[in-house]
């Protein structure tokens, strides 16, 4: 590839001045149009070491270089940048082994981690924030995967605590007034039509054996049945958006097979809890600016603290590497405490890696659609994927740095135009397909014989965008802003585009240049395909 050659031979140069290149950071580039295939700082990194200008050191490199045939030109420009240009030759060689290696950018590895995400209270159908986090999560998985990681994705479900005993009371409070019971829902308990209908189903199930009836028994039925039907919802909401799970860890689980209890018991033995005010606490601030925070309540009953304290420790025990909690940003004010929970417990400092990603609002017409539930405005992650289907859903949700708060423009995503990025990208697939389908009607085949002939700026340009999708798959994978990767696809559909627009591909009397092109349109089509693979959005062969 591009970059690596021009790092190899930097390197080789620099070792003619004594110098250890592993101590030398310089960066390779791409230069505007019209100044080199690639471009280095490297000159400028060795001056102070050197004691020579940038352009002195640029001009002895170049000369090591020029001495190359894989470069056809090799100049010094400005205060000191060295500019190279590849020969066509090499250009070809790595088009060809694009060509022969489909899957050049993935990996294998041996790297054990887990990405944990679109974990919830399951008290409700999943809103739009909901899709944000479950879109995010799963195009993380599949680049991680893609690059060599050996990733495990858990849901977490939060089924442990006051919230499902609410769910579970409304839920008979709902069956009981379809049963004609004058019956109040709780105060702070859960009002949505949902559990109407989940209520419906349960009469045609049980008929009037729970009506009037309140005790332990009811209460364990009606908490476990609208939680399995909640659970049964959403995960049917996330296959809809095709996100799935290895695994589905429940909350109530680390209660019945006693890790906090050992998660206490060990915190107790080191002297990091203390007793105050007929809590249990933990010792936080020996370890972050931060608070002492209540593990156990006065009442007996755990924290959301304590449980997620417990669930990490569950995660460590499981023995891997890393683990990547995603979580959104009213989360923040937890990760002090949650790194200082770990540091007492002995567990390495870069185990738990906390992501996080900011709120989304919703427009349509021009507007801030509200989130209410009022007819029209969109409140589910259902309705939502009704209106602009999972592509738009999947790619706008993706298309967004997580740091930034995210408007999702409802009639951009339902556009079939080019002002639609998934729209634009997936139109450069099918375009691509139909030169091929007009190259079989016309009898041109492609042909890896003739990759030389592909030496123009347009043919270089889509060539080095191939070559840099596994260095935009590593940075994703870096600093987890999945947006490298739509970018990236829209750079080389709008490279594509141009081409197209510029170029007779197909020309039956000019089979060897015609052929060389299909070849560049083969190689183009692998990575926008796996591309859009990444992405959970379909790469459809006509539009």
Not at 147 to 170: F, H, K, P, T, W
Not at 237 to 255: A, G, K, M, Q, Y
Not at 260 to 273: C, F, Q, W
Not at 504 to 521: K, Q, T
Request: hydrophobic share 40%; net charge negative; glycine share 6%.
């Amino acid at each position: 590839m591009f970059k690596e050659k021009l790092e190899s031979s930097v390197k080789n140069a620099i070792r003619e001045f004594a110098i250890e290149d592993e101590t030398i950071d310089f960066k390779i580039e791409m230069p505007p149009e019209g100044f080199g295939d690639l471009s280095t700082n490297v000159a400028f990194m060795l001056s102070k070491t050197l004691k020579k200008s940038p352009r002195e050191i640029a001009a002895l490199i170049s000369e090591s270089l020029s001495k190359e045939l894989d470069y056809s030109r090799v100049e010094v420009a400005g205060a000191g940048f060295i500019n190279v240009d590849f020969s066509s030759k090499y250009v070809s060689s790595v088009l060809e082994n694009i060509l022969q290696t489909p899957d050049f950018w993935k990996k294998t590895g041996e790297t054990s981690i887990q990405l944990e995400f679109a974990s919830a209270n399951p008290t409700g159908p999943f809103t739009v924030g909901h899709g944000r986090q479950a879109v995010f999560g799963d195009v993380l998985y599949r680049v991680f995967f893609s690059r060599g990681y050996r990733v495990q994705r858990e849901m977490y479900i939060n089924d442990a605590g006051r919230q499902i005993g609410l769910l579970g009371r409304s839920l008979w409070v709902r069956y009981n007034q379809l049963l004609g019971l004058e019956e109040e829902l709780p105060e702070d308990g859960y009002q949505g039509g949902y559990l109407i209908d989940i209520a419906r189903d349960l009469a045609g199930e049980v008929g009037e054996r729970f009506k009037g009836v309140w005790n332990d028994d009811s209460e364990s039925y009606f908490k476990k049945y609208a939680l399995g039907k909640m659970l049964e919802d959403i995960l049917g909401t996330l296959r809809t958006l095709r996100v799935e799970f290895d695994n589905v860890f429940f909350e109530s689980s680390l209660i019945e097979d006693g890790t906090v209890k050992s998660v206490i018991e060990i915190l107790d033995r080191k002297g990091l809890t203390y007793e105050s005010e007929g809590a249990k606490w933990l010792r936080v601030s020996s370890f972050v600016e931060d608070d002492d925070k209540v593990l156990v309540r006065s009442n007996g009953t755990n924290t959301y603290f304590m449980t997620d304290i417990a669930y990490h420790y569950n995660k460590h025990q499981r023995n891997f590497e890393k683990v990547f909690d995603i979580w959104g940003a009213d989360h923040m004010g937890h990760i002090p405490r949650m790194k200082a929970a770990m540091k007492a417990l002995g567990i390495e400092d870069d185990f738990l890696n906390v992501i996080i990603h900011q709120y989304v609002n919703l427009k349509r017409e021009g507007e801030v659609v509200k989130m209410s539930t009022r007819r029209g405005e969109f409140t589910t992650l259902d309705e939502l994927v009704e209106a602009v289907g999972v592509d738009s859903t999947r790619y706008f949700f993706a298309m967004f740095d997580p740091d930034t708060h995210m408007l999702f423009d409802i009639d951009l995503a339902r556009q079939k135009s080019n002002d639609n990025p998934v729209f634009y990208v997936q139109y450069a697939n099918a375009r691509i397909s139909n030169v091929f389908r007009t190259a079989q009607e016309k009898s041109v085949a492609v042909s890896g014989d003739s990759l030389e002939l592909l030496d123009s700026q347009d043919d270089r340009r889509i060539i080095k965008l191939l070559t840099i999708f596994p260095e935009i798959l590593d940075s994703v994978v870096a600093d987890y802003r999945t947006n490298r990767l739509t970018s990236y696809l829209e750079d080389i559909s709008r490279a594509f585009h141009a081409y197209y627009n510029k170029n007779i591909i197909v020309d039956p009397a000019n089979p060897a240049l015609s052929g060389a092109r299909l070849a560049l349109c083969k190689a183009l089509q692998n990575i926008l395909k796996g591309g859009l693979e990444l992405l959970g959005v379909e790469a459809p062969d006509s539009m």
